[in-house]
DNA sequence: GCAAAAGTGTTTCAGGTACACCCATGA
DNA sequence: TCATGGGTGTACCTGAAACACTTTTGC
C-alpha cells in the first residue's frame, strides 16, 4: 500500500492520444481508425488508450505507438494536455496528445484490418471524433515551428531518402513551394548530410542520388553552437 | 448520473501547477512557497492545485492562479503535462503545468502572508521540491521561444513602460546583452508601440519616456501577414 | 529525339550587427 | 559642473530570395 496524502481528491480518467504523422505521395498523412466501441462507434479516431497506474504517460503514449504500428521507437514528442470538461462524450478523460513521426514503409500492414485503421492525406481529413482535429491542426502547427529549428524531419524518411523528396516534405510541411537551388544550397551547407553513390531511379529516368542524415555531424553542429534552420 | 463508458480503467489525480512568472530588478522572478503539508512540508514550491470533476484544466489554472495572485486574467499558457509515476512523492499525479506572466505591481502582498510565498529571482533559485526545477527550466525555454515571435513579455510589464525597461526584460529573458540602438529600432520600426508626454523619473535624472503597447495596431498587423519578431 | 525530373551559380536586396557621441537633469 | 542614464544615425556585411539553363536517360 503506498501511503495516501491526498485525501477527499477528484480523480480522472487518462488518455494518451497519438498523432501518428506520415509522408507519402508529397502529402503528409495521419494514421486514423474506425472507433471500435462506444461511445461514437464508428466514427474516425486518432489512435489512443488510457494511461495504467503503473506507467508514466510517456510509456503511455509509446505502448499506444507500437500497439498501433508495429514500430517501436518512434520519434514522439508530447503536443500537450486536452482538458474540456465535455470533450470526451463518454465520461470526463483528460488526455495527453503526442505528436510522432513514422517512416510508413516500417507499418506493420496488417494493423490495417485489426483496428480498421488507415493513412489519411491530411488535406482531406474527414471530421473526427471528438478534439481529435483540433489536436491534428495543433500537430501542424507545432510540426512547422519545430521542423524549422531542429531536424525532426527526418524521421518521416526512410534511412535514405533523395533530396528532391526531402524537399517535397518541406513543402508539405510549410504548404508552400521552396526554390529548388535556394533549398539545397542551404541543407547541403550545413554540412549534416551525407551523399550515397546509389540513385533512387523510383520518379526519374536520371535518377537521384541518395542521402543520409549524420546525426554525429548534426551533434557535433550543436556543441559549437550552431543551429539548425530552414 | 453520466453514462458510464470506460469500465475498469484506472483514475488518476490531476493537478496543476503554475509557474508564475515576474519582472524585477533586471531579473526574471518566479513565485514559490513553503509547501503548507505534507509531502515536503517546508520545501520550496510552485503554485499548484488539483483538478476537480467539474472544471477544465485551463479553469483548474485560473482558479489556482487567482488564488496565489491576487489578479484575475492573467495572461497563461499551458506548458505540458508531467507524468513521470513517481514524481510526486505523495501519490501518483499527473500535472499539468502553466506558465503566467504577471505585472508583479498588481501582485495582493497580503497573499505573502498568508501562503509564505515568494518572488524568487531566477538566477538564483533554490532546489524545488519534486520536478518543478524542471518545469521552471521548461518555461524559460519556452519564454525565449514564445517571445521572439509573440509579444507576450508586455505580461510581465504594467500598462506603460519605458524602453529601456523594455530592453532590460528582453535581456532577462535571453540571458545576453542587446544593443541599445538596435533594439529601440527594431521594437519601433513595428509600429506596436505608443508614445506617452510623462517620463518615468525613477531611475534618471532626465527621465524615460513611457510607452504603452498598441494591441489593435498589433492585430491589424498580423492580419496583414507580417511577424512580430525580435 | 523528346519528355521529365535532376542538378547547378549568380545577382540583388533587406535586414542584422557593430559602433560613438550628444542630451537632459538632479544633486 | 559633473555624474548618470536616455536618446539618436550610419556603414558594413551576411544571409534570404529571385531567377533559367544544362544534364541524364528511358521510352
Chains 1, 2 share one sequence.
Not at 118 to 138: A, G, Q, Y
Not at 166 to 174: D, K, V
Request: glycine share 6%.
Amino acid at each position: 500500500m503506498t501511503a495516501s496524502f491526498y485525501k477527499n481528491r477528484d480523480t480522472h480518467l487518462i488518455a494518451v492520444d497519438c498523432i501518428i504523422m506520415g509522408f507519402k505521395d508529397n502529402d503528409l498523412h495521419v494514421l486514423a481508425a474506425k472507433r471500435q466501441f462506444e461511445p461514437m462507434k464508428g466514427g474516425w479516431s486518432l489512435m489512443g488508450g488510457f494511461v495504467n497506474q503503473g506507467e508514466s504517460i510517456n510509456e503511455a503514449a509509446g505502448r499506444v505507438l507500437d500497439e498501433f504500428t508495429g514500430i517501436d521507437g518512434i520519434f514522439m514528442e508530447q503536443l500537450g494536455a486536452y482538458g474540456e470538461v465535455e470533450r470526451d462524450l463518454g465520461e470526463r478523460v483528460v488526455s495527453i496528445a503526442y505528436y510522432a513521426l513514422v517512416d510508413m514503409d516500417k507499418f506493420d500492414t496488417s494493423l490495417v484490418e485489426k483496428y480498421d485503421a488507415r493513412w489519411i492525406s491530411i488535406s482531406h481529413l474527414p471530421e473526427l471524433i471528438f478534439d481529435h482535429n483540433k489536436m491534428v491542426r495543433d500537430t501542424i502547427n507545432t510540426l512547422q515551428r519545430r521542423a524549422a529549428v531542429k531536424p525532426i524531419g527526418f524521421n518521416l524518411l526512410g534511412d535514405q531518402f533523395t533530396l528532391p523528396s526531402l524537399q517535397s516534405l518541406y513543402e508539405a510541411i510549410y504548404q508552400e513551394t521552396i526554390d529548388k537551388r535556394n533549398f539545397r544550397k542551404k541543407i547541403l551547407s550545413m554540412d549534416i548530410l551525407e551523399k550515397l553513390d546509389e540513385k533512387d531511379k523510383s520518379s526519374s529516368k536520371r535518377g537521384a542520388f541518395y542521402y543520409q542524415f549524420n546525426k554525429d555531424k548534426y551533434d557535433q553542429l550543436i556543441q559549437q553552437g550552431l543551429h539548425f534552420s530552414l
